[in-house]
């Protein structure tokens, strides 16, 4: 079921600046859905995909109160590809439904759906326009590094695992170039948001 409102996806691989983007359009008061986020709402105590992997996984795989041990997850699935995959079918759909019920109570001229996994996932399937987020392969280390703390292997690691730039950017509708200071993103984000109200704002 698509969403009412048009739906522009960001993506991009770690550190790109999917969030500087998505805080930005929030701000000009753009409903800004979080992939991320939503995979977190249907793994909440009391939802049947969190019992699933319990039941699965054993009690461990739960806190002291009851929430999702995330960490204890990420170690089972990343070493077993057949456990990841398990884990992705029961989640992949939960989150669509997840992120098509926040989508649907968009209230502006457009939502945006940010996701790191927009491209990998039927994700794209919901957006009427996807926007990529680019960086270098360095400038993403240097400012995922500057953020996080992490070592450069575990973000060498993480990247590897994503998609590469050129496979990302062949499916992007539009990209961002993300590698100035956030005054250039800024007004690209403007122009970008210029022609999106002007597209969408009165169909
Ligand atoms: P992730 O996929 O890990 O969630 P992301 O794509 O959301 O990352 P951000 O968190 O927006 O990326 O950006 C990564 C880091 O780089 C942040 O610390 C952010 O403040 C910084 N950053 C983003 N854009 C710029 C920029 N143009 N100039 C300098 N720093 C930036």
Known sequence: M????????VTGGIGSGKTAVTDYLQALGITVVDADLASRVIMEPGRPALDAVAERFGNDILLPDGQLDR????RIVFADPEQRRWLEQLTHPLIGEEIRHQL????????????PLLLETGQKDLCDMIVVVDVSEAVQLERTMRRDDNNEDQVRRIMAAQLAREQRLAGADRVIDNSGSLEALHSQ????HAELLERYANP
């Open 189 to 192: 984000l403007d122009q970008l």
């Open 71 to 74: 960490a204890a997850l990420r």
């Open 104 to 115: 649907g109570a968009a209230a502006s001229p457009y939502a945006v759906l940010s996701s």
């Open 2 to 9: 698509p969403a009412d409102k048009p739906v522009v996806g």
